[in-house]
Nanobody, 124 residues
Framework: QVQLVESGGGLVQAGGSLRVSCAASGRTFSSYAMGWFRQAPGKEREFVGCITRGGGTTNYADSLKGRFTISRDNAKNTVYLQMNSLKPEDTAVYYC?????????????????WGQGTQVTVSS
């Protein structure tokens, strides 16, 4: 069982940056590929990006490449999402998710555990 807790969301102006974190419980964090998703009001949850268990490889939604970066610190059981050049359309609840095993899962149904989400609001 893994519990995920996101933090670091908030209000930021367009063009600004924000880093959100996801802290995981348990001693097997390095066994899990980690992903980030987001959901804006009235829209479906969408894939943001993911990172392999060791952190050596990442994958991002095409529309977010170059602005968003995912990293992880397995010693701290934490995964990060660095967001730069933020736009009002990035406003959403951001969720982290964990999948037991290898790979770069891009589909929500592939993940085993989810956090409660953190709100990110980008003002114009």
């Amino acid at each position: 069982q893994v519990q995920l807790v996101e933090s670091g969301g908030g209000l930021v102006q367009a063009g600004g940056s924000l880093r959100v974190s996801c802290a995981a419980s348990g001693r097997t964090f390095s066994s899990y590929a980690m992903g980030w998703f987001r959901q804006a009001p009235g829209k479906e949850r969408e894939f943001v990006g993911c990172i392999t268990r060791g952190g050596g490889t990442t994958n991002y939604a095409d529309s977010l490449k170059g602005r968003f970066t995912i990293s992880r610190d397995n010693a701290k059981n934490t995964v990060y999402l660095q967001m730069n050049s933020l736009k009002p359309e990035d406003t959403a609840v951001y969720y982290c998710a964990a999948k037991n095993g290898p790979g770069l899962p891009a589909q929500a149904h592939e993940y085993d555990y989810w956090g409660q989400g953190t709100q990110v609001t980008v003002s114009s």
